[in-house]
């Protein structure tokens, strides 16, 4: 807990329980209340951030989110995590905390700039550098680790199970269907799909006003699918609505050549996330309307008015998100930007380089890694 690492996705291997297309995540962990932390940066341009502190794996009540940061004139902001009250940004740390996590909401994929984050220990029982791994210790981690892989998928395929088959359920903040997953604030709608070679779905909402959302589709693990190079999310940015203000998406295995396509990419079966980020009391969602159809009558169930997509405009967008997502994931480029417009340093480190391909070799070894970190810190 005194030497706390900075880490980010998305990868290849950060799938798990529906990671949004839309955001980054930067983690600072492992992070104890014996502590006082402070995370600092510049906030960037994306619409929307979020600030938690996790004390289960898959979430935690201690929230802050843009709409509260308070963030100086040249950009930069501060936030002191700690277990007392502080002035200014100031988020608490209870016993059993785990680690502190950033999300950045893209909307712009391509020309948004992230938050930036780093961190430093300002107060507690320093120790030095963490000690090195014993025999005893590594088996410790893995057999903690094959826990974790067991459980985990475990937890989601409960949850799965009880979203409605070609429908969602209501727009609530347990959507998901799992206690403490996820940011408090966020309204949710979840639901399963399967479709055959010559099924759609058409889902409807009415363009909302809120400060981020949007749609993204699921693989039977509750892992998002390929976004990067196939249109398998869009948010509320990238949707395009028709003339009355409804905004339509198609899910299909084949292009249907319409703006809101959600590619199935060759799963049969699979899951429907929609997100609304903080909406008051009168845009509260209603829950959208979802209608099974044939293959060949999308157009006749869509307004005489939908727009047309043609396969060079699908392919220019398609280029669109495939250079975006490789942006996030290696986002220097970005960060130098935002330095030369605020005239300094952008006072961050991002948390290395962006993931590149790996197999899931790779992603044990990451994560037994983390637990290594962790469970050291955790004996001092």
């Known amino acids: 807990m005194a030497n706390p690492h900075v880490g980010r996705c998305p990868s290849i291997v950060c799938k798990v329980g529906f990671d949004n297309p839309d955001f980054t995540y930067i983690n600072v ?71 502190f996590i950033l ?53 989601m395929q409960g949850a799965r199970g009880r979203w409605p088959l070609n429908d969602l359920n209501e727009p609530d903040p347990g959507a998901f269907g799992i206690p403490g997953a996820g940011v408090p604030s966020a309204i949710s709608s979840a639901g399963r799909y399967a479709l055959a070679e010559d099924e759609a779905l058409i889902i409807e909402t009415p363009e909302p006003s809120v400060v981020h959302g949007g749609i993204q589709l699921g693989n039977l693990w509750v892992e998002s699918i390929d976004y990067q190079t196939h249109q398998t999310s869009l948010n509320w940015f990238q949707s395009t609505p028709d003339e009355d203000g409804i905004i339509r998406y198609v899910l299909a295995h084949a292009d249907p050549g319409v703006p809101n396509w959600l590619d199935i990419s060759g799963h049969q079966e699979g899951g429907i996330f929609m997100r609304w980020q903080s909406p008051s009391e009168d845009e509260y969602p209603d829950k959208p309307t979802v209608k099974l159809v044939a293959f060949d009558d999308i157009r006749a169930n869509l307004p005489a008015g939908h727009p047309t997509v043609t396969l060079e405009e699908r392919a220019a967008v398609l280029q669109e998100r495939y250079e975006a997502v490789n942006k996030r994931r290696n986002p220097t480029s970005q960060f130098d930007a935002q330095a030369q417009a605020t005239g300094g340093s952008s006072g961050c480190a991002a948390g290395g380089q962006g993931q590149g391909q790996a197999e899931w070799g790779l992603a044990l070894l990451m994560l037994a890694g983390v637990w290594r970190i962790r469970s050291r810190s955790r004996t001092r």
Request: charged share 20%; glycine share 8%.
């Open 103 to 155: 999300r950045n909401g893209f909307y712009d994929w391509n020309d948004e700039v992230e938050a930036s984050v780093a961190v430093e220990v300002i107060a507690g029982p320093m120790s030095g550098p963490v000690p090195h791994l014993t025999p005893a210790e590594f088996v410790a981690d893995v057999t903690a680790l094959s826990s974790r892989l067991v459980n985990i998928p475990v937890t």
């Open 29 to 99: 962990a492992p992070i104890s209340a014996e502590y006082t932390y402070r995370i600092h940066g510049k906030r960037g341009t994306v619409p929307y951030i979020s600030m938690q502190v996790f004390d289960n794996p898959l979430g935690g009540e201690i929230v802050m989110t843009s709409e509260d940061l308070i963030v100086e004139a040249d950009g930069s902001y501060e936030i002191i995590l700690s277990a007392t009250p502080h002035e200014g940004n100031w988020m608490e740390l209870k016993p059993g905390a785990l680690r």
